[in-house]
């Protein structure tokens, strides 16, 4: 049973390209959460993805944009990077229960290293 | 805008030491949840607090949430070599679907 899988695990881009990021989720999960994690510092939450909508959206620009497909798997686009968007781009997946507003345990990909010259 | 402080940001122990560390929400929250990230790693699942008061215990770790719901520790007893890394809380307000997390406590083993 294969886990959570993310695409690239590092790249490096330019300021002011645009970048995409995949993530597969583990199998029977039907949520994706992406998160950026800077060096030293906790995950910061992005968006959340359920049934290919977004559900949730933290504190971050427009250019940070996102997609769920059919089968689950998320993209994260970013636009217009900017050295501040070099980071650890982790995707979590998990199981969206019953419960309104409930999360629960979240599975992380071994993430997307992206560096912003 | 609602913050989960967590402390200390590093603690040095000698194996076989206890280590502990806390969190504390600005906000009550409905759940909080604990993560362990190895160096050069991603966070990894322990455990979910959801009721007030709450004591769980995996093995040496140790796993409170607080009678107001506003705070978290985890205290591992006699550390070893295999705990070191970076333990994250991550809280949930209301029906937020986000997580809130702490900076982090990084455990570090002494030579």
């Known amino acids: 049973d294969a886990g959570v899988t993310q695409s690239p695990t590092h790249l490096i881009k330019t300021r002011g390209q645009q970048v995409t990021l995949r993530c597969s989720p583990k199998?029977?999960?039907?949520?994706v959460s992406w998160y950026q994690q800077a060096l030293g510092q906790g995950p910061q939450f992005i968006f959340q993805?359920?049934?290919?909508?977004?559900?949730q959206r933290g504190n971050f620009p427009d250019r940070f944009s996102g997609h769920q497909f059919p089968n689950y798997s998320s993209e994260l686009n970013v636009n217009a990077l900017l050295l501040g968007d070099s980071a650890l781009y982790l995707c979590?997946?998990?199981?969206?229960?019953?419960?309104?507003?409930?999360?629960?345990?979240?599975?992380f990909g071994e993430g997307s290293r992206l560096t912003v010259l | 805008g609602q913050q989960v402080m967590q402390i200390p940001q590093y603690q040095h122990v000698q194996e076989g030491e206890d280590f502990t560390t806390y969190c504390n929400s600005s906000?009550?929250?409905?759940?909080i949840q604990w993560y362990k990230q190895r160096p050069g790693g991603h966070p990894v699942f322990l455990i979910q607090?959801?009721?007030s008061g709450e004591v769980k215990k995996q093995k040496r770790l140790t796993f409170q949430f607080g009678e107001a719901k506003k705070n978290s520790s985890l205290h591992i007893t006699a550390t070893q070599t295999t705990d070191v890394g970076t333990y994250f809380c991550?809280?949930?307000?209301?029906?937020?679907?986000?997580?809130?997390w702490g900076a982090g406590t990084k455990l570090i083993i002494k030579p």
């Open positions: 993805y359920y049934e290919e909508e977004e559900r």
């Open positions: 906000t009550t929250l409905s759940n």
């Open positions: 199998s029977g999960h039907d949520t």
């Open positions: 607090l959801v009721k």
């Open positions: 991550a809280g949930q307000v209301d029906s937020n679907y986000q997580l809130i």
């Open positions: 979590a997946s998990s199981f969206s229960s019953s419960v309104l507003g409930y999360t629960g345990e979240l599975f």
